[in-house]
T-cell receptor, first 115, second 111 residues
Framework: EAQVTQNPRYLITVTGKKLTVTCSQN?????MSWYRQDPGLGLRQIYY???????DKGDVPEGYKVSRKEKRNFPLILESPSPNQTSLYFC??????????????FGPGTRLLVL | RKEVEQDPGPFNVPEGATVAFNCTYS??????FFWYRQDCRKEPKLLMS???SGNEDGRFTAQLNRASQYISLLIRDSKLSDSATYLC????????????FGTGTRLLVSP
């Protein structure tokens, strides 16, 4: 089954404690991205990657890091989480190209609370 | 001004009703548009693409008006299962394959 998986699904942590949210896809997609969703602001892109070792900033990259060492994995790293990073996070993947946008898959989401 | 704007709703309609959502976008260079559906606390899922010539899929019809820079979604014969938030999405002008999401319009279909 084609899917994007994220772990953990729910996380409560404290300010400053480093955390990683994993994202994995089994569709051999080149393009992967991370979004955060906040009430009244919609989904905003944090980082994206066009392929292995190729990553770039989205609209709200501050406080986040990513890596793309393997095609299937695209972890999101919060080195020092702060309360304003409390949000719902989605990972997504698709093939490269405009046609790929019609087959973009989202992961189930990770709900993060930073105290 | 937000790049993609939607009325947040909620739109409350009875089963069987026809309901329409509009969405405006500010980037006149945007080439591709989509409607996504998002159920409460779940991931967004692509509902349909929006083409210049319009796009129909069963009870759903999407239209694009480039002159006025708006996109519409029409749902006919609403079902209870159509209750969800509908996200209007445009391909942005910065960042490769970057999608710009509206904040969504909430639809509640009641018996």
């Amino acid at each position: 089954e084609a899917q994007v998986t994220q772990n953990p699904r729910y996380l409560i942590t404290v300010t400053g404690k480093k955390l990683t949210v994993t994202c994995s896809q089994n569709m051999n997609h080149e393009y992967m991205s991370w979004y955060r969703q906040d009430p009244g602001l919609g989904l905003r892109q944090i980082y994206y990657s066009m392929n292995v070792e190729v990553t770039d900033k989205g609209d709200v990259p501050e406080g986040y890091k990513v890596s793309r060492k393997e095609k299937r994995n695209f972890p999101l790293i919060l080195e020092s989480p702060s309360p304003n990073q409390t949000s719902l996070y989605f990972c997504a993947s698709s093939p490269i190209g405009l046609a790929g946008l019609e087959t973009q898959y989202f992961g189930p989401g990770t709900r993060l609370l930073v105290l | 001004r937000k790049e993609v704007e939607q009325d947040p709703g909620p739109f409350n309609v009875p089963e069987g009703a026809t309901v329409a959502f509009n969405c405006t976008y500010s980037n006149s260079a945007s080439q591709s548009f989509f409607w996504y559906r998002q159920d409460c606390r779940k991931e967004p899922k692509l509902l349909m693409s929006v083409y210049s010539s319009g796009n129909e899929d069963g009870r759903f019809t999407a239209q694009l008006n480039r002159a006025s820079q708006y996109i519409s979604l029409l749902i006919r014969d609403s079902k209870l299962s159509d209750s969800a938030t509908y996200l209007c999405v445009a391909l942005g002008n910065t960042g490769f394959q970057k999608l710009v999401f509206g904040t969504g319009t909430r639809l509640l279909v009641s018996p």
